[in-house]
C-alpha cells in the first residue's frame, strides 16, 4: 500500500515564533485526526529545531525544502543532508519548480540529492512538472518525463517507492489555476507508466499533486485514482485551511 500524504510547504514564510505559533495550533485541530492521510509541514530552515521539540509524541511529520547533496564542505550557505538528518527531519523536498527556475538547479544536481537523502534516511519528495509554455506547446508528458529520469538517475528501480513524487505544474504554483482534477490524474497516470518502463513497482510509489491546492479542491484531486495527497504551499501557512485540507482530502484513498 503506498503511503497517502498532505505536505505543507512554507517556503521563505515564518520567523520561529509564528511557526511555533502555526504549528502549536495545527496539533490542537489535528489531535483527534485518525485519518488515512500522514501530514506534515516543511517550514524554512531556521524554524526546524524549534518544531521538533512542538511535534515531539505527535503525528506530524517534519520536513525540510532543500539540502546540498555533501555531508560538509566549503559550501556557503548551504545546509547538508547530515544536518538534517540530525534535526530529526523525515523528509526533504527536492527540485522545487523555484529550485529550478530561480536558483537554477539541474537534473544532474537534483539526482545526487535524492541519492543523499535516501542514504541518510529520510524520504525524498521529488517535485517535476512542466510550464505554461511547455504545456501549451504539447510537451507536458516529454518534460516530466526527461525530469523524471534525470533526477532518479542515482536511484535503483527497487528504491523507487522510497521516493515521494509531486506532480506540480509550474503554470497552478501560486497563481489560484489549479490543474483540473482531469488534467492532474492524466499526468499522475503517465508518471507511473514512465516508473514502470524504469522497472519501478510504480502502485507502490506515492505521487502527490501541488499547484494551488486550497480546502476546496483537494476532495476533488485527491477523489482521482493515482494522487495520492497534496504538496500545498499558499494555503499551508494557515494552520486553519491547511487542517481543512486535511480533513477534506478524500478518505477512501
Ligand atoms: P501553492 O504552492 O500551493 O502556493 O500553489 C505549491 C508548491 O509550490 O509546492
Known amino acids: 500500500m503506498r503511503r497517502r500524504l498532505i505536505l505543507g510547504n512554507w517556503k521563505m ?14 496539533l490542537d485541530r489535528m489531535k483527534d485526526y485518525r485519518g488515512p492521510y500522514e501530514w506534515g509541514i516543511a517550514p524554512p530552515f531556521t524554524a526546524i529545531s524549534a518544531l521538533r521539540t512542538l511535534r515531539e509524541g505527535t503525528s506530524m511529520l517534519l520536513g525540510a525544502q532543500n539540502c546540498h547533496p555533501e555531508p560538509q ?5 548551504e545546509i ?8 530529526g527531519v523525515d523528509f526533504v523536498i527536492v527540485g522545487h519548480s523555484e529550485r529550478r527556475h530561480i536558483f537554477g538547479e539541474d537534473d544532474a544536481f537534483i539526482a545526487r540529492k535524492v541519492r543523499a537523502v535516501l542514504d541518510h534516511g529520510m524520504t525524498p519528495v521529488l517535485c517535476i512538472g512542466e510550464r505554461l509554455e511547455e504545456r501549451e506547446q504539447g510537451h507536458t508528458e516529454a518534460v516530466v518525463k ?9 536511484v535503483s528501480p527497487e528504491e ?3 521516493v515521494v513524487l509531486a506532480y506540480e505544474p509550474v503554470w497552478a504554483i501560486g497563481t489560484g489555476k489549479t ?3 482531469e488534467t492532474a490524474q492524466e499526468v499522475h497516470a503517465f508518471i507511473r507508466t514512465v516508473l514502470r518502463d524504469l522497472g519501478a513497482d510504480a502502485e507502490e510509489v ?6 494551488s491546492v486550497k480546502p476546496e479542491n483537494v476532495t476533488n484531486l485527491t477523489r482521482m485514482p493515482d494522487i495520492d495527497g497534496a504538496l500545498v504551499g499558499g494555503a499551508s501557512l494557515q494552520s486553519q485551511s491547511f487542517a481543512h485540507i486535511i480533513n477534506a482530502a478524500f478518505p477512501n484513498a
Do not use: N, W
Request: charged share 10%; glycine share 10%; proline share 4%.
Open 80 to 87: 547538508s543532508v547530515t544536518m538534517l538528518q540530525d534535526l
Open 179 to 181: 490543474a483540473t482534477p
Open 206 to 211: 506515492t505521487i502527490l499533486y501541488g499547484g
Open 160 to 162: 523507487i517507492p522510497r
Open 73 to 77: 564542505g566549503a559550501f556557503t550557505g
Open 13 to 26: 514564510h515564518k520567523t520561529v515564533s509564528e511557526a511555533e505559533a502555526t504549528v502549536q495550533d495545527l
Open 146 to 154: 526527461h525530469q523524471l529520469l534525470g533526477s532518479l538517475a542515482h
